[in-house]
């Protein structure tokens, strides 16, 4: 039996993108000094909000429901 082939990390790139950047921090993370300026109490309130619309929204007596893409 063979084997799949292995996959080689940036084979098919043009030889200047396969150069190793500078390390970096992931895009996702932000450096200490950037942090919201939200409160734990903040954070809660504005979930709580979010959830109780959407229970709103989700409701069938909704004068709304069902009427998606309808002119």
Known sequence: MTELPRRVRQASLVPQLREVPAAQAPAGERPPEELPG????????????????????SQDESPHAGSEGEA
């Open 38 to 57: 939200r409160s734990p109490e903040q954070a809660r309130d504005r979930m709580a909000a979010y959830r109780a619309g959407w229970a709103r929204g």
